[in-house]
């Protein structure tokens, strides 16, 4: 498979509880995005790597979100003690040298706050 | 900074006549434009985009937009709207350096038997 995959598809999780988000991108890819879309808007952007290095975060991105990219390879999205407007689709994609800016995206996963 | 502006949150249009979807872009400099598909629970799908090249774009499944730079516009349309289309629709544009997508509020699209 060479598209972007993102687990779990699918979170249900409790207010205040933790939760983490696993995006794998095209393996040749050098640069990945984190999004978050909200139901009727748009994806939004909230912080984007380089290999291994987090260039950019969104004023979006409380201090309750952290991303990591450890080997410039996977990365991973901590919502810690999530609250009900965090409920959204998050979404990952990449894109690569070749790739001329246009970014793949993965299915996204779906957190539900109760 | 750049931003894109959809003018339409809904559009409907009977199958078999034109679909016209509309963008405006504000971007300092030359932009890439891009729209994207997104049908329900389905990812987002790439239709088609412009890098600074031919300023009328062919994407897939017969849908086109055309880069004109005097109206700061990248509107999408398809001659003749099937079932299928109906979908959300979203311009995008890239920022320089970063490349992160910036993307407008969204265009559903209705088709009509």
């Known amino acids: 498979d060479t598209g972007v995959s993102q687990n779990p598809r699918h979170k249900i999780t409790k207010r205040g509880q933790n939760v983490t988000f696993r995006c794998d991108p095209i393996s040749e890819h050098n640069r990945l995005y984190w999004y978050r879309q909200t139901l009727g808007q748009g994806p939004e952007f909230l912080t984007y790597?380089?290999?291994?290095?987090?260039?950019?975060k969104s004023r979006l991105l409380s201090d309750r979100f952290s991303a990591e990219r450890p080997k410039g390879s996977f990365s991973t999205l901590e919502i810690q003690r999530t609250e009900q407007g965090d409920s959204a689709m998050y979404l990952c994609?990449?894109?690569?040298?070749?790739?001329?800016?246009?970014?793949?995206f993965g299915p996204g996963t779906r957190l539900t706050v109760l | 900074a750049q931003s894109v502006t959809q003018l339409d949150s809904h559009v409907s249009v009977s199958e078999g006549t034109p679909v016209l979807l509309r963008c405006n872009y504000s971007?300092?400099?030359?932009?890439?434009l891009f729209w994207y598909v997104q049908h329900p629970n389905k990812g987002l799908q790439l239709l088609l985009k412009?890098?600074?090249?031919?300023?009328l774009v062919k994407g897939i499944n017969g849908f086109e937009a055309e880069f004109k730079k005097s109206e700061t516009s990248f509107h999408l349309t398809k001659p003749s709207a099937h079932m299928s289309d109906a979908a959300e629709y979203f311009c995008v544009v890239s920022a320089s350096g970063t490349y992160k997508y910036i993307f407008g509020t969204g265009t559903r699209l209705k088709v009509l038997a």
């Open positions: 971007s300092s400099y030359s932009p890439s």
């Open positions: 790597f380089q290999n291994e290095a987090q260039l950019e």
């Open positions: 994609a990449s894109t690569g040298q070749q790739s001329y800016n246009e970014q793949f």
């Open positions: 412009y890098t600074s090249a031919a300023t």
